[in-house]
């Protein structure tokens, strides 16, 4: 049961911050988001705010943002990613699905999985 409420809870926390979007600090290729349109992949920092936002995959391998804690993804093509602890997406990967929190700094890049 506390096992279903918490992810029931971050699942909630995280809808509630996309649907109040307004717009979003860019990371590389990441654009900016707004409250009408909240599709895409958001990675997000322990206090919950939006540090990088992708409106579809991007191609190849990609940086995850050095304060992210949480990826959420919506739509837009998104459904699994394999992240690395590397910055060029070599060695090991972890494969994860649209809604996913860790330590900061544990991920160095990704790469969306079709």
Excluded: E
Excluded at 73 to 91: E, I, P, V
């Amino acid at each position: 049961m506390r096992k279903t409420t918490a992810i029931g809870s971050a699942l909630l926390t995280a809808t509630t911050l996309v649907l109040g979007l307004g717009t979003t600090a860019s990371a590389a290729s990441a654009t900016s988001a707004s409250s009408s349109d909240p599709v895409g992949l958001y990675f997000f920092d322990a206090a919950r705010n939006v540090v990088a936002h992708y409106p579809t995959p991007p191609a190849g391998c990609t940086p995850v943002p050095a304060t992210a804690t949480l990826h959420a993804a919506w739509d837009a093509g998104f459904s699994r990613f394999q992240f690395y602890g590397t910055a060029d997406c070599t060695g090991s990967f972890t494969t994860l699905d649209t809604l996913r929190s860790y330590s900061a700094g544990r991920f160095k890049s990704f790469v969306p999985i079709p």
